[in-house]
Nanobody
């Protein structure tokens, strides 16, 4: 019954900001790393940001300095603050975690982010 539900996507102009949220349920949220991926049409899904159970963070070079991942364990929610958005950030953004005996991937439904004039 693992469930990940993204929200916060939309249309924004270049240079603008959005904050994505991922509400998690069905597992011990605070014990697991959480990830944000994105996938643009015709391109492979790529890891954008990761936050560990202890709060450590990692970012793709393409977003470092512009995006910030955070988590609120009291709300079982992970966030992605996106600033200085560029057209190349346009993609469907997915929340992800890996857990269980088989280290299985779990994905949210995705939320569309479009950066355009």
């Amino acid at each position: 019954q693992v469930q990940l539900v993204e929200s916060g996507g939309g249309l924004v102009q270049p240079g603008g900001s959005l904050r994505l949220s991922c509400a998690a349920s069905g597992f011990s949220f605070s014990s697991y790393a959480m990830n944000w991926y994105r996938q643009a049409p015709g391109k492979e899904r790529e890891l954008v940001a990761r936050i560990g159970s202890g709060g450590s963070t990692n970012y793709a070079d393409s977003v470092k300095g512009r995006f910030t991942i955070s988590r609120d364990n009291t709300k079982n929610t992970v966030y992605l603050q996106m600033d200085s958005l560029k057209p190349e950030d346009t993609a469907v953004y997915y929340c992800n975690t890996k857990r269980g005996f088989l280290n299985r991937d779990y994905w949210g439904q995705g939320t569309q982010v479009t950066v355009s004039t």
